[in-house]
């Protein structure tokens, strides 16, 4: 996390297409949202993973997607690493004190649902006692950080909306899953700060 962090170079190679400049206009609405996720590495069969879930089927924009544990930033807490320790504590039960922070990505702005999210990224010295809440999590993907290397789980698809709105859209396939969109574009800033850090 030393090194200049990769930002919008390594989201744009995961963002669908046609992208929407409104992810990268320094001027935000001014009603928008803030939020946080977290990205937790943890020791399991000798590799490092990471928890993702899945969202519940839903009246809304994320319904049924992949990401990770988070959400928005209440006005009790102090700054964007409390709210992804609080959302990842009631979502999947991480427990706040397990987590050793190791550092904050780059924010990225969700224009569909509004928020401004924070990434932020710890690791805890063991596996985690993962429970969905059932409300918010229909499954949680214990994820590892290796499969993210391996070519063939990036794809590419033609996602159709209604009033015949397409969008070419570079997704990763985790456990049989389609990770896109702001989850995919973090992650894979996230794969690229793993490579700076090689150099």
Same mark, same amino acid.
Do not use: C
């Given at each position: 996390?030393?090194?200049? +962090? ?43 993973? *990471? ?30 690493? &409390? $709210?992804?320790?609080? &959302? ?19 924010? +990225?702005? #969700? ?8 990434? #932020? #990224?710890?690791?805890?010295? &063991?596996?985690?006692? *993962? ?16 499969? +993210?290397? &391996? ?17 070419? $859209? ?12 702001? $989850?995919?574009? #973090? +992650? ?12």
């Amino acid at each position: 996390m030393k090194h200049p +962090l990769p930002g919008k170079k390594a989201q744009l190679s995961m963002s669908p297409n046609p992208v929407d400049l409104r992810r990268f206009d320094p001027k935000l609405p001014d009603n928008h949202r803030k939020g946080s996720v977290l990205i937790l590495l943890y020791p399991n069969e000798d590799k490092a993973f *990471f928890p993702l879930i899945k969202r519940p089927v839903y009246q809304g924009v994320h319904s049924g997607q992949i990401a990770f544990p988070g959400g928005k930033m209440e006005d009790e807490d102090a700054d964007e690493v &409390e $709210t992804a320790l609080r &959302e990842a504590w009631e979502e999947v039960n991480i427990r706040p004190e397990q987590v050793k922070l190791i550092g904050r990505m780059s924010e +990225l702005f #969700i224009p569909t649902s509004n928020f401004l999210v924070s990434p #932020i #990224i710890g690791y805890a010295e &063991e596996v985690p006692d *993962f429970v969905p809440e059932k409300k918010e999590v229909d499954r949680i993907i214990q994820t590892a950080v290796s499969v +993210l290397y &391996e070519p063939e789980i990036r794809k590419q698809k033609i996602l159709e909306f209604s009033n015949n709105f397409q969008l070419d $859209t570079p997704y990763f396939e985790v456990d049989q899953e389609m990770v896109w969109g702001a $989850t995919a574009m #973090i +992650l894979n800033e996230f794969l690229q700060i793993l490579e700076n850090g090689k150099k």
